[in-house]
């Protein structure tokens, strides 16, 4: 569907005389006349009236009307007409010289031909056919304007690619990828070298693609440990294309130290999805790495792996997150070295919160519940995770609960659990109490039918 919406309204009924084959071969004409080209994406429906005769159908094209209307967000903008013009000419540049992309230069040349002289409406006539779909444009990145959004695919799919040696540039040596999929980390020859992959994307593009994707979560600059305090790294990196450095959680706490005396280890915070794809969990890994300073010394490997990273929570340096992908969930632990006690598991939540409505606001709604686990058990496996919602049925009247995920099984007290985490899901999170509300309300009128 393309917009702006076309209706077509065919008048005259009553002088037809066979009205139903007259309708039919109209249909068909216009698909044989119109119907391969892209432009009939814009035809809605078609709608075959008498002025002189009316019998219901004008009412029924009135609705037709207020449909489409409603399902466009943009039915309230006043636009100008002069901006027909400049649309016009980015649909030639588009779907007849198959153009992919233009530069800031040249579209200000065209702005300026088709009458959208002042830099400020061009922006608006710009972000306009952004929100409509027919161009890719950031305001805040303006060098290009891309036409062709599977060009933009194309150049993404250069870096997002698989582990096929046959379809990699035979300029990317078995070492070189070897070091991309264990530390994520791109240089720029390899850069250069993965876009060469599709053959699409002219040199002085690249850093403007670069930018895109970072935009698109895709690639990140993280923030480390520099020689002066921290400094935001050099090099990008794509967490999504680590594949060969998975390392487990307990190797982790010894490398980073953990397992000694005086040490804060949280118990697991874990959010249950319905659904959640790697690639989503990886906007919220990304999202955590452009905000925190990530962990690992100077000129070190950052910690950075499949599926998980670990980040410094303060600038003193003597809290540290975990975050780990597993099926369908996120979890969360906290390593404390200091023993000040503040608001830092409430200030957690927040954060991780706050990541998954910005995730929310770029791809839509997304379902979970929430969850916990004791802090040396296994935050991957189901069994004897404690459920917020139904905590209270978890343990019993001395507050301990029973978890096997131990060599022997253990009995462990409920209150770090409650202290740490589960007492602050409330007051961070209100629609996922309106939600269990709303479920609720909803098991009673059920019961009510
Ligand atoms: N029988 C019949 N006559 C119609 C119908 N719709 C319009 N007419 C007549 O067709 C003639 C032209 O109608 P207009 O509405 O002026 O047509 P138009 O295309 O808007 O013409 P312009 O105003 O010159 O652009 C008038 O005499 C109308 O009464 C219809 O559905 N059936
Ligand atoms: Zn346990
Ligand atoms: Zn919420």
Redesign the pocket.
């Known amino acids: 569907m393309l917009n702006p919406p076309v209706i077509m309204v065919c ?5 037809c005389e066979k009205l139903d084959e007259r309708i039919s071969e109209y249909a068909k004409q216009f698909d044989c006349i119109i119907g391969q080209n892209t432009k009939a994406n814009h035809k809605r429906n078609i709608h075959y ?4 005769h009316e019998n219901g159908e004008i009412d029924e094209l009135k609705k037709t009307i207020s449909k489409i209307a409603e399902d466009m967000s943009y039915f309230q903008v006043e636009l100008p007409t002069h901006w027909i013009q400049l649309e016009n000419a980015l649909d030639f540049l588009t779907n007849d010289l198959k153009k992919n992309i233009l530069s800031w230069t040249n579209i200000l040349e065209l702005g300026n031909k088709m009458l959208i002289k002042r830099e400020g409406e061009l922006l608006e006539f710009l972000n306009y056919q952004h929100n409509i779909g027919n161009i890719i444009f950031f305001n805040d990145i303006r060098e290009y304007i891309i036409l062709q959004p599977n060009w933009l695919v194309k150049c993404f799919r250069c870096l997002v690619c698989d582990d096929d040696p046959k379809k990699r540039n035979p300029k990317i040596s078995s070492t070189e990828w070897k070091a991309l999929t264990e530390t994520g980390r791109l240089s720029d020859t390899i850069i250069d070298d993965l876009f060469q992959n599709e053959n699409v994307l002219e040199k002085k593009q690249k850093t403007y693609v670069l930018s895109v994707m970072e935009k698109f979560d895709i690639i990140v600059k993280p923030q480390c440990v520099g020689t002066k305090g921290d400094e935001i790294s050099k090099f990008y990196y794509i967490p999504c294309m680590i594949r060969n450095r998975s390392i487990s959680v307990d190797d982790l706490k010894k490398e980073f130290e953990v397992d000694k005396e005086g040490i804060t280890i949280s118990p697991w915070f874990i959010l249950e999805f319905t659904f959640l794809p790697f690639a989503y969990f990886n906007h919220i890994l990304v999202s955590y790495i452009k905000e925190y300073t990530v962990c690992g010394k100077e000129n070190e490997e950052k910690a950075i792996y499949e599926g998980k990273a670990v980040i410094f929570l303060d600038e003193r340096k003597s809290r540290k997150l975990i975050i780990c992908y597993s099926k369908n969930a996120i979890s969360l632990q906290v390593w404390k070295w200091d023993q000040v006690s503040d608001d830092l598991y409430q200030n957690v939540l927040e954060k991780l919160h706050s990541k998954i409505e910005e995730l929310e606001n770029k791809l839509g709604p997304t379902s979970y519940t929430v969850a916990a686990k004791c802090n040396d058990g296994n935050y991957f496996k189901k069994e004897y995770r404690i459920s917020f919602e139904e905590r209270n049925k978890s343990y019993f009247e001395d507050r301990t609960y029973f978890c096997e995920d131990h060599v022997n099984a253990k009995f462990h007290n409920i209150n770090d659990i409650e202290n740490m985490w589960f007492r602050h899901v409330d007051t961070v999170c209100t629609h996922y109490w309106l939600k269990t509300i709303k479920k609720h309300i909803s098991y009673i009128t059920d019961a009510g039918d």
Do not use: E
Request: glycine content about 0%; aromatic content about 0%.
């Open positions: 008048t005259h009924t009553d002088q009236i008498s002025n002189t």
